[in-house]
């Protein structure tokens, strides 16, 4: 099946500070989805992107399906950004998630 | 609109019990889907309907895990005879159309502890 990995595992960062996390897959997909798990366990859709770039407020994301990786930027963080966020992708099977990257928002 | 809902949210069992999870989809979803996440890790697929139909069950573990969605709209996970090894959050999640076409919605999930 589609391998996912995602970098980096962990980020802690100040507020107001800007990130990048990213996704590397190893096969052809149909659907790539970023996801934010918050503290309660809640998986939150932040962005559905197979290809291309999107944005919504101080988040956007950009997928890049011919080099096989999506990027997720961060920008002027706040506290109730922490938590970690997924990257899933779905090619001809199940969707595979990775195993996140683990976000701290410091005040 | 009512997103996806679970219940129960919280549930322990003692080894050896059986469980049922329960999953309301977003009305009209075509699609729903079975996840497991184990602490620290990623969701994991279970299995898959698209309307009544289990289309996939390869991400079941073992034979004491069964789902059913018998009208296409409600889906209950049932897991018989309880191991700790099951203790994880279950994750259901639909989507308006088939598999691999649509954005995936989940729930809250249910957190199932074996003692």
């Known amino acids: 099946g589609i391998q996912v990995e995602q970098s980096p595992p962990d980020l802690i960062l100040q507020e107001g500070a800007n990130s990048t996390l990213r996704c590397n897959f190893s096969?052809?997909?149909?659907?790539l989805q970023w996801f934010h798990q918050n503290p309660w366990g809640q998986l939150i859709n932040l962005f559905y992107?197979?290809?291309g770039t999107k944005q919504n407020g101080r988040l956007s994301a950009t997928t890049v399906a011919t080099e096989r990786y999506s990027l997720l930027y961060i920008s002027s963080s706040q506290t109730t950004d922490s938590g970690v966020y997924f990257c899933?992708?779905?090619?001809?099977?199940?969707?595979?998630f990775g195993a996140g990257t683990r976000l701290t928002v410091k005040p | 609109g009512a997103g996806v809902s679970q219940s129960p949210r919280y549930k322990v069992a003692k080894r050896g019990q059986d469980v049922a999870l329960r999953c309301d989809p977003i009305s009209g979803h075509v699609s729903l889907f079975w996840y497991q996440q184990a602490l620290g890790q990623g969701p994991e697929f279970l299995t898959y309907f698209q309307n009544e139909a289990q289309l996939d069950k390869s991400g079941l573990p073992s034979d004491r895990f069964f789902a059913e969605r018998p009208e296409g709209s409600v889906s209950t996970l049932k897991i018989q005879r309880t191991q700790q090894e099951d203790s994880a959050v279950y994750l259901c999640?639909?989507?308006?159309?088939?598999?691999?076409?649509?954005?995936?919605?989940f729930g809250p999930g249910t957190r199932l502890t074996v003692t």
């Open positions: 992107i197979p290809s």
């Open positions: 999640a639909s989507s308006l159309g088939i598999r691999g076409g649509d954005e995936q919605y």
């Open positions: 899933a992708v779905e090619g001809p099977g199940d969707m595979r």
């Open positions: 096969d052809s997909v149909n659907n």
